[in-house]
């Protein structure tokens, strides 16, 4: 039996399925063309291009014919919490409402929150007992700090925002200034590969209050590095320092007021391969006995994985094979 995920973010349309035995057999992805110099979609344009994807991804997916089907897995919202909601989550839910009417399935709602959450322990779940840990979700649409609690006896993550960003989220702070630098939107991969030849000479102040933190400063002060004359190189390298520094000083913070010292990070930003390797280093450096866990980096951005793996969970908490699948088209 597998089941099926479906999940229409702002930017990518995906669709997945996921087996008994945790085996990826369907991950297919279509990001939403962004026009150049752009930072982004409209609702109503984004709501367009899925609604035009993912019959196109659905019939590849279900090639084999779609008996074997257990359930539909959908984000039908942005978070778990009472008013969420955005229009693109629509053309998603009618979809998977409709298949499962068809085969005579289940079909479940899940937050797209949940689906990184998920997709993340789908990558590190054995790690992972019934309790709480510290959640991060960082995107381009989404910078918050979770308490998220694991319990057997519900079929679902329950969230609590312990902080979030009060200005442009991390994604959104990488994006305007990789755009200002000419970079392809969404500009994370861009600005991680043009950073590699910056030498760390320019450094961005950041701010932090509580526990939630603003990168309207950082944005600033790289877009006045730019119009200074600033190498491209040396502007990307500071970004990434800059996201890095204040998760350092984020979760310090948390493992203080919260004791929780397990950390699952998910969402788009955290398959930036240089803050995976720098921020342990910087937490280690501060003596903390914080336990980072970082989802997979194929699986930190929007996927369908996690939504058809939280079916299974928790009786499967792992997936067992990550290799099959990838973009399907590109519109």
């Not at 308490?147 to 994604?171: C, I, N, R, W, Y």
């Not at 970079?183 to 910056?198: N, Q, V």
Request: some cysteine.
């Amino acid at each position: 039996m597998k089941a099926l995920g479906i999940d229409t973010s702002n930017y990518v349309t995906s669709v997945a399925l996921v087996d008994e035995e945790g085996e990826v057999v369907k991950d297919l992805r279509t990001t939403l063309p962004v026009p150049k110099g752009e930072r982004g979609l409209r609702q109503s344009e984004a709501l367009f291009h899925h609604t035009r994807n993912l019959p196109i991804l659905l019939e590849a997916a279900l090639a084999d014919g779609g008996s074997d089907l257990a359930a539909v897995v959908v984000s039908s919202r942005p978070r778990r919490v009472t008013g969420s909601y955005m229009p693109v989550f629509l053309s998603g839910s009618s979809q998977a409402r409709t298949l499962a009417a068809a085969l005579k399935i289940p079909w479940i709602e899940r937050s797209h929150q949940e689906g990184h959450l998920f997709a993340a322990l789908a990558s590190c779940g054995s790690q992972f007992e019934p309790g709480q840990f510290l959640g991060v979700h960082l995107s381009g649409g989404t910078t918050e700090l979770l308490k998220v609690t694991l319990s057997p006896m519900q079929p679902f993550l329950e969230v609590e925002l312990l902080g979030g960003s009060s200005d442009l989220h991390a994604g959104q702070f990488i994006d305007r200034v990789g755009v200002a630098l000419g970079l392809p939107f969404p500009a994370g991969p861009a600005l991680e590969k043009l950073a590699e030849e910056g030498t760390g000479i320019c450094r961005l102040s950041t701010s932090l209050d509580g526990l939630n933190p603003s990168f309207s400063g950082p944005a600033t002060q790289a877009l006045r590095l730019i119009e200074d004359g600033t190498p491209a190189a040396e502007v990307a390298l500071a970004v990434q320092n800059a996201v890095v520094k204040m998760l350092e000083k984020w979760l310090t913070r948390a493992h203080e007021i919260t004791g929780l010292n397990n950390v699952l990070l998910s969402g788009g930003v955290v398959a930036n391969q240089y803050l995976r390797q720098r921020l342990p280093q910087r937490l280690r450096k501060r003596g903390t006995d914080l336990i980072l866990n970082f989802a997979e980096s194929r699986l930190s951005g929007d996927n369908a994985v996690g939504l058809a793996f939280s079916y299974w969970y928790p009786n499967l908490k792992q997936l067992r094979c990550q290799e099959k699948g990838g973009y399907y088209g590109q519109h």
